[in-house]
């Protein structure tokens, strides 16, 4: 059993703070304990999904040759700038079209060429393409609604293609919200965009319980909102550098309410 003091640290300081190394959590128990939470809201990138376009927005400002640098193999990006990943990530715009001329317009380009909109049409279609779902995601899924959880997506994205992703893999009807960035207006770790979360569900921050795999986005913005928060991580071979002190610590879903092994 959880010690609660772990999952509630947060009510202990105002500021969570970072540290490179692993927090020693003992032996990963079950983070979801009957009548502690309401709400479980899921991250989408690297806890439900995961593919080879962490970053596509990248791609978008290469393609819009936006503070790049040229190569023989063409115009790259050393780091996505953030306000055009901020805008990105914040526009409401789902033609692909439309969406491209915006950013071009936003950011004080000339107005993309055919080639541009081709390159852009191809970077959506080999994302949509090269997505796909961790394998326990749908049977999780699953088990939190038999516990009768209600389940939210919170993630950070643009209008594409997260809503064709869901409906591909039938994952849309485990969700009872949608709180994407790019509808609601905020990105994490905005606070915002976790008051929204609590409005549509109508529950207190308390009555939520933030699952994610990013330290400074998932993590430090919900336990700033005052919203618990389990931090997953897929990639223990590859450990993030970064763990919020007295956060638990999961490899999957299903550790959200299991010891490992049980």
Known sequence: RLDRSVVHAFRESKEPTMQNRLFNYPSFGPALETGDYDVVLLDAWKTLFRGPYPEPPGDT???????????????????????????????NIEDEYDFLCYLAEKFGLPRPTDEQHRQFRALIESEKMGLSVFLDV????????????????????????????????????????????????????????????????????????MVGDSPSLDIVGALNFGMPAVHIDRYPNHPSPQRIQGVPVIGELSELYRGVGG
């Open 138 to 209: 749908e049977e999780e899924l699953q088990n939190l609604r038999d516990r009768s959880y209600r389940i939210g997506l919170l993630s950070n994205v643009w209008p594409f293609p997260i809503k064709y992703l869901l409906k591909r893999k039938r994952l849309d009807q485990y969700f009872e919200h949608l709180i994407l960035s790019y509808e609601v207006g905020f990105a994490k770790p905005s606070p915002e965009i976790f008051h929204v979360a609590c409005q549509k569900f109508g529950v207190s921050r308390e009555r939520c319980l």
């Open 61 to 91: 400002q290469e393609i819009l040759r936006y503070k790049t640098r040229m190569t023989p193999e063409g115009p790259k990006v050393d780091e996505v700038d953030p306000e055009f990943l901020h805008v990105c990530l914040t526009t």
